[in-house]
């Protein structure tokens, strides 16, 4: 009898060719979580519109962020495993929603390596609960272990937006950057279409058609995306004594014309000078591993976004990637919901 830990990240192209980057965007892009609209028109859209567009596009922004190593998230994910390995002593292997490895390969991986493992314990490293996000690769590993029938069970790690210990750790890694002289500190989470704020909305009544929704208790909250970032927001506000009125929460990597969330990011930014906010911080809690969206949109674009609209000084927190107090949080947070030992 044994356990292994099986953390599962978002994923990333094998290389930074146009080539491997069409194929990581087709599998992102055609899942019906991600862009929720018919299999033929999704079909259409993505493989003749979307992907040959954005291909060399994409290529050139994740050239510009690869290390020696490669993918930053696929290395900072296993990083993150052998650190959580030896803090825990259990074993721990990686897989990813899109790209390598597969959920699949790892699972045959820990039948293989671990023959006596009677329990995988899925830890999905996201901290709030999104369609595109959390719930799809949850709903992907579980149907791979469905269908496979391996002789271990799995349990699923749910959102931890909340938790104590998450909250502990994104604190911490924030504190140290509040000591210098700041005008505002930006909040920027990973942005969602509306409709999927709605779509996940278990009451279908409540999220974007209640006022103050994200403030007025329901049971919609267990998967609300919107409340959800908010409510990190406001824990970390509150655990170090931010100021109202030097801090925001705002909505990054927008895709197509539809309804996001709000305030955009981008224009945030470009905005802010205007108003006299010329020193800024900001921090991405959706991202628990530093990736494109945080290394090139945030810290490449909308640093050069911020200071030609007359910003002065920009700075990137960098994710919890492998920090003590993050890899103590996941352990806690294992420990909730499924004895390690």
């Known amino acids: 009898m044994s356990k292994v830990i099986l953390l599962m990240n978002l994923g990333s192209p094998d ?23 018919p299999a033929w028109i999704r079909k259409i859209l993505v493989k ?41 002593q259990i074993p721990v292997e990686v897989c990813m929603r899109y790209g390598n490895p597969t959920p699949q390969q790892t699972f045959d991986s820990i039948q293989k390596k671990y023959p006596t493992c009677n329990e995988v ?18 709903v992907y590993a579980q149907q791979v272990h469905h269908q496979q029938q391996y002789n271990f069970k799995l349990t699923t790690i749910p959102v931890f937006y909340e938790h104590p ?5 994104l604190s911490k890694s924030i504190e140290p950057y509040l000591k210098n002289n700041y005008d505002q500190i930006i909040f920027s989470y990973h942005g969602i279409p509306e409709r999927h704020v709605k779509k996940t909305d278990t009451t ?16 919609a909250h267990t998967t609300c ?41 981008a224009d945030t930014l470009q905005q802010l000078p205007k108003k006299g906010i010329k020193k800024l911080i900001i921090v991405c809690p959706a991202f628990v591993s530093d990736c494109l969206e945080t290394i090139e949109e945030i810290g490449e674009e909308g640093k050069e976004i911020f200071l030609e609209a007359g910003g002065e000084s920009y700075t990137v927190i960098p994710c919890l990637n492998t920090k003590p107090l993050w890899i103590k949080a996941i352990n806690t947070i294992i420990n909730e919901h499924s004895s390690l030992h």
């Open 204 to 219: 279908k009544c409540h999220c974007l058609q209640q006022n103050n929704c994200c403030g007025t208790s329901s049971q």
């Open 48 to 88: 003749g519109i979307i992907v040959p567009f954005r291909s060399p596009k994409s290529a050139k922004a994740y050239q510009s962020i690869w290390t020696p190593e490669g993918s930053p998230l696929i290395n900072l994910t296993y990083q993150l495993k052998e650190a959580v390995h030896a803090f825990t």
């Open 15 to 37: 290389s930074t060719s146009v080539r491997d980057v069409k194929k990581y965007l087709n599998e992102f892009l055609m899942d019906e979580r991600v862009i929720d609209i």
């Open 225 to 265: 995306y919107r409340h959800q970032v908010f409510t990190t927001t406001a824990a970390v506000v509150s655990t170090l004594n931010i100021p109202y009125g030097k801090y925001q929460t705002t909505f990054q990597s927008r895709l197509g014309s539809d309804a996001w969330l709000k305030p955009y990011t």
């Open 165 to 169: 210990a998450y909250i502990h750790a």
């Open 121 to 138: 314990i899925l830890f999905p490293l996201y901290p709030h609960y999104a369609m595109s996000s959390y719930e799809t690769a949850v």
